[in-house]
């Protein structure tokens, strides 16, 4: 029995492994905003280096463009790159640390590819023309075209929509700048633009994109053209619209994977759980004939 009850334990184990919530750190590009200090977005995140292990702690260190090429991105468990505009009108470049973001794509790159997470916030740039985040690990092109208040939830079952609605990530004064074009088909659409009516090109566009680089689910990334950052640092303290989404994409990137197991593996625990099986009724037959005897 007890050989049994150890082989299908492993077996679920295998199939759906189990975490728990633990502390994680974030590096955060420092873009040039005055609302980019995350103690001012109010994400319930503590400024420092936090120890792995402690249960439930966000921790994250600011990092300047011209500090990027010489941090360790492994050190940490996602990166965050936010807003990449400097004004409240949205029209200044963050030139610098956009600069500072290509020289490390191959650093960043394989910060993803080892199983580090990415959130990236929008880049609304050029005004009414197609822009490349040439810096992002996987192909990623949007049209900052506009500037418009609705948003509409198309995945609402994805954990980084877990504490938002339609409603709290719509009406910011200007939710959202663009939408993406061409996107990595590992990236999911999880919000889109809202209804603007049948036949208005605003309507029903990719506006937040999240997937896995890994095909076992490691190296998470989150994309959007939504400016979060901004508006929680506006909102605050009297609404966390903008501060949940930001607060529920870093917990998902940052979450440790859990990689698909091996199909050998699987094969092998079962036909292991099937030996017990089977030796456990050829024991029962031998101990009835023998009572027969």
């Known amino acids: 029995m007890n050989g049994r009850i150890v082989l299908i334990a492993l077996l679920a184990f295998a199939l759906f492994p189990v975490g728990t919530a633990s502390a994680y750190n974030i590096l955060a590009m420092d873009m040039g905003g005055y609302w980019n200090n995350l103690f001012d977005q109010y994400i319930d995140a503590q400024a420092g280096y936090g120890t792995p292990g402690t249960v439930g702690e966000r921790w994250y260190t600011m990092v300047a463009p011209s500090q990027l090429a010489s941090v360790n991105l492994l050190d940490y468990d996602v990166f965050l790159v936010q807003s990449a505009f400097t004004d409240d009108w949205v029209t200044a470049p963050a030139t610098e640390a956009l600069d500072a973001l290509s020289a490390c794509r191959v650093d960043i790159a394989g910060f993803v590819a080892s199983g580090g997470g990415l959130v990236a916030w929008s880049e609304p740039l050029p005004d009414g023309q ?10 990623v092109e949007s049209a900052g075209v506009n500037h418009e208040a609705l948003v509409h939830i198309y995945d609402p079952s994805h954990p980084i929509m877990a504490g938002s609605t339609d409603e709290s990530l719509s009406n910011w004064t ?7 074009t061409q996107y990595d088909p590992r990236l999911q659409i999880v919000a889109q633009t809202g209804d603007y009516g049948p036949n208005d090109p605003r309507s029903f566009r990719p506006l937040t994109l999240a997937g896995a680089y890994n095909a076992g689910g490691c190296g998470r990334m989150v994309f959007s053209l939504q400016d979060p ?7 605050a303290p009297t609404s966390d619209c903008a501060a949940t989404f930001i607060g529920e994409s870093l917990d998902w990137a940052a979450a440790p994977c859990q990689p698909i197991p091996e199909p050998a593996t699987i094969v092998l625990l079962g036909m ?3 030996g017990a099986l089977l030796r456990r009724k050829g024991g029962r037959a031998r101990r009835a004939r023998s009572s027969i005897g």
């Open 272 to 274: 292991g759980l099937g």
């Open 174 to 180: 200007s939710s959202w700048h663009g939408w993406f």
């Open 130 to 139: 197609d822009h490349a985040w040439d810096w992002a690990p996987v192909e």
């Open 229 to 235: 950052d901004y508006h929680a640092y506006q909102q």
